[in-house]
């Protein structure tokens, strides 16, 4: 699964993004996807996950509130609706997906497939 994220801007303090994740070369529409992000000189952080439809998502304390994770099976697209956006927001937002849902749903090491990553910074 080639995934490919976008979406990502230069956006002031209070603005909203929305962040897309679609896959090249075949559906993952039943797949779990996360999303994480990387600030520079940072290791990777867990922002968001979302299993099948029916479940709840999973978010980072960090974001719960401002971000929405979302699915559009139609589209076969993965969305980041980020609003209320802060300067320490600013990072690479990243797509992962694997075949199955895991608990460990947070941790980087856990996804087979990514994205190459789009730019949020957040101006103060």
């Known amino acids: 699964v080639q995934l490919q994220a976008s979406g990502g801007g230069l956006v002031q303090a209070g603005g909203s993004l929305r962040l897309s994740c679609t896959a090249g070369?075949?559906?993952?529409?039943?797949?779990?996807v996360a999303w994480f992000r990387q600030a520079p000189g940072k290791e990777r952080e867990f922002v968001a996950a979302?299993?099948?439809?029916?479940?709840?998502?999973y978010y980072s304390d960090s974001v719960k509130g401002r971000f929405t994770i979302s699915r559009d099976k139609a589209k076969d697209t993965v969305y980041l609706q980020l609003n209320s956006l802060k300067p320490e927001d600013t990072a690479d937002y990243y797509c992962?997906?694997?075949?199955?849902?895991?608990?460990?749903?947070?941790?980087?090491?856990?996804?087979?497939?990514w994205g190459q990553g789009t730019q949020v910074t957040v101006s103060s």
């Open positions: 070369g075949r559906t993952f529409s039943t797949y779990p």
């Open positions: 992962a997906t694997r075949p199955r849902w895991t608990v460990a749903y947070y941790s980087p090491a856990q996804y087979n497939f």
């Open positions: 979302l299993r099948l439809e029916g479940f709840k998502p």
